[in-house]
């Protein structure tokens, strides 16, 4: 079965600085990967890359058999795309953004109501959903954007540290979410420095250090690669970094 996600050989540089050296990636209808790395890694570059935001030097991406630079208005219409630091409109409600964000997509009004129903009940954000968004705690706006990106059903979700800095029932609402969304079969790519996340969440996982990818696979397959018993050991081994922070 053809991937939802197939990215091929991204490249990209800001000056000197390599953000992303020959990256490769796939993520299946109904499968959550993980792009697993240390801050000032490459991960909001290479997520964004593929979302189309911004241009490789080289490789190319396709969504869902769309060629992102030569029909991206087509290959975008099917990605839910997330970043931390994503707006919303600071004067609507957080109901009247998704309502906003679905008229843009063209989403049918009945349907479209249904649908913020069921994320505000999922999501549990009805104590604020009739809030400013300008109101809003860290946590609310988080979730508030999460039901933004998976609004309209898309076939593949792309996520830049979506629990980032947010308290322990915050992070579960969204993590739940996405173990959701790929029960009802969407492609997850999701970025994270957090390790059990990673381990909970991922069918499969990418190990990135200085903007490429060192590892890839299930998480059994990584570890028994790398000859460690957990996940954190398996990456500092490939970061050449052992757990005092010394290099190897």
Known sequence: MNPILRADGLVKHFGAVAAAQDVSLCVHAGEVVGLLGPNGAGKTTILRMIAGILPPDSGYVHIDGKDMASDPLAAKQVIGFHSGDTQLYHRLTAREALQYFGRLYGM??????????????????SSFVSRPCNTLSSGQKQRANIARAFLHHPDLLILDEPTNALDVVSGRFIVEAIRREKAAGR????????????????????????????????????????????LTDAFLKHAGVNRNGVMA
């Open 108 to 125: 049918d009004e009945q349907a479209l109501k249904a649908r913020i129903d069921q994320l505000v009940e999922q999501l549990e954000m």
């Open 187 to 230: 492609a997850v790519l999701f970025s994270t420095h957090i390790m059990g996340e990673a381990e909970y969440l991922c069918d499969r996982i990418a190990l990135l250090h200085q903007g490429r990818i060192v590892d890839e696979g299930t998480l059994p397959e990584l570890l028994e690669r790398s000859g460690c018993d957990n």
